[in-house]
């Protein structure tokens, strides 16, 4: 066999009857001899490129050894991966449901990719690299996908997901990103909530956050805070929390946050913690912990431990020793710190 014969394409009276004999859909057409080309080109350039005449033979013998070739020549194994992984089929179905040509020649190939790569997300790819063309009709296309899922009907969700379209690492973990916005939209409305900022607390209450996030966000909720201002209350909550800085940084938290209703929610927390360890806080404890972060104390009556502890910390200290030293002997005898 000649080189020129090894790399010659199909003609196109060839390359449709080869189409026919497939029994495709007339609208994979285009797919198939665009794709069709673009693989002739690549391969005759791969395989041809340092070949003579003298060494067909020896050439294809290796390409069958070595790559698995089936065949003898450029055209049928470019035929045969336009066909594979039923690229054609999946093609077809991209443009029944709406999409146009430019983004089904590439879903096509991305989704084919896909099966070599199960972590590889072809709708995303499909998506930015058409956005990396023409953002307007990647955009459009987008909008297409979006209308085809039953969840569209929703405004909250088509709007969550129009804003948040390839911020996951799959479009699939985006769209469940917008049916939690779209839940939590709707709980919000149900539990009275009308503020403006609905769609914005929504959004924020639909990340994978700690539980204690979650519960600090409604606290900003239910005070109108803004949804910056609760998302930034309910980041340093977590943050506290969950690093176990809630006592230490008290000091920090009252410079950050002057709300009477940040700053109780805070001592809550910090006295929750307390319990958790079995520390015992008496009244006196409580309401020193009250004045530094600006709280009004409690209205309680002192316990017989805090007079106890009061009384001996006055008379350490009447009979000349510190008020830290006093404080420390006198919590330790009653309180057993």
């Known amino acids: 066999m000649t080189l020129e014969e090894f790399k010659r394409p199909y003609t196109e009276a060839e390359l449709r009857a080869k189409f026919e004999q497939e029994g495709l859909d007339n609208q994979a057409w285009d797919y198939c001899t665009e794709a069709y080309a673009e693989a002739h080109n690549d391969f005759a350039d791969e395989y041809c490129k340092y070949c003579k005449d003298g060494e067909i033979d020896e050439l294809i013998a290796d390409l069958k050894a070595e790559e698995n070739w089936e065949v003898d020549t450029v055209r049928e194994y470019s035929w045969q991966y336009v066909l594979a992984e039923n690229k054609p089929t999946v093609y077809i179905s991209q443009r029944k449901k709406g999409h146009g040509h430019a983004w089904s020649m590439i879903y096509t190939d991305e989704a084919a990719f896909s099966t070599i790569h199960n972590a590889y997300d072809p709708l995303k790819e499909t998506y930015f690299k058409l956005h990396a063309n023409d953002e307007v009709e990647a955009n459009l296309e987008m909008e297409i996908f979006i209308d085809s899922l039953p969840e569209s009907k929703s405004p909250i969700f088509k709007k969550a997901l129009t804003q948040f379209f390839g911020q996951g690492k799959t479009i699939e973990e985006d769209i469940d990103f917008a049916r939690g916005v779209s839940c939590q939209y709707n709980q919000l409305l149900e539990s009275g909530c009308k503020s403006d900022e609905l769609y914005n607390y929504a959004k924020d209450l639909a990340e994978d956050r700690y539980d204690i ?125």
């Not at 606290?219 to 805070?225: F, Y």
């Open 213 to 337: 996030y979650y519960r600090a966000y409604r606290i900003a909720i239910n005070n109108e805070a803004s949804s910056l201002v609760a998302r930034s209350f309910a980041d340093k909550i977590e943050e506290l929390q969950v690093n176990g800085y809630l006592i230490t940084d008290t000091r920090l938290f009252c410079m950050e946050f002057k709300e009477v209703w940040q700053r109780e929610f805070y001592y809550t927390l910090v006295m929750e913690d307390v319990n958790k360890r079995g520390e015992r806080w008496g009244i006196v404890d409580k309401n020193l912990l009250r004045a530094s972060n600006g709280l009004s104390p409690l209205d309680e009556p002192l316990t017989a431990e805090d007079k106890e502890y009061l009384r001996i910390k006055q008379d350490l200290m009447a009979n000349g020793m510190n008020e830290v030293s006093a404080d420390r002997k006198a919590r330790r005898q009653v309180y057993n710190d």
